[in-house]
């Protein structure tokens, strides 16, 4: 059974940092990709960051590109999103997600992905 486990949230101040790691288990993701994305209270889930295993190659949305950085460690099949300079709009819940396959130019799609984690919330204060 695959299972994605985020960890790493919490309260911060604006201009802060904090490291989400999202474990994985079950499978190893070893051609596929693995995202983040955010849900803010009334907003749809939304695309945050992906990296493709085989390439290590990363994607952002524009919101966060030069503040968060995606890595991972195939070893640990675990996935890190830093996340610096944050501010109150950054706060959500945040959720580790797994496609089983190479996606091309669909990383950022939530449907494109098949495994996901709880989330973990996030808050930044003003």
């Known amino acids: 059974q695959v299972q994605l486990v985020e960890s790493g949230g919490g309260l911060v101040q604006a201009g802060g940092s904090l490291r989400l790691s999202c474990a994985t288990s079950g499978r190893t993701f070893s051609r596929d990709v693995m995202g983040w994305f955010r849900q803010a209270p009334g907003k749809e889930r939304e695309f945050v960051a992906a990296?493709?295993?085989?390439?290590?190659?990363?994607y952002y949305a524009d919101s966060v590109k030069g503040r968060f950085t995606i890595s991972g460690d195939s070893g640990k099949n675990t996935v890190y999103l830093q996340m610096n300079s944050l501010q109150p709009e950054d706060t959500a819940v945040y959720y580790c997600a797994a496609a089983l396959a190479p996606l091309g130019s669909r990383y950022y799609l939530r449907d494109e992905y098949s495994y996901w984690g709880q989330g973990t919330q996030v808050t930044v204060s003003s």
């Open positions: 990296v493709s295993w085989s390439d290590s190659t990363t």
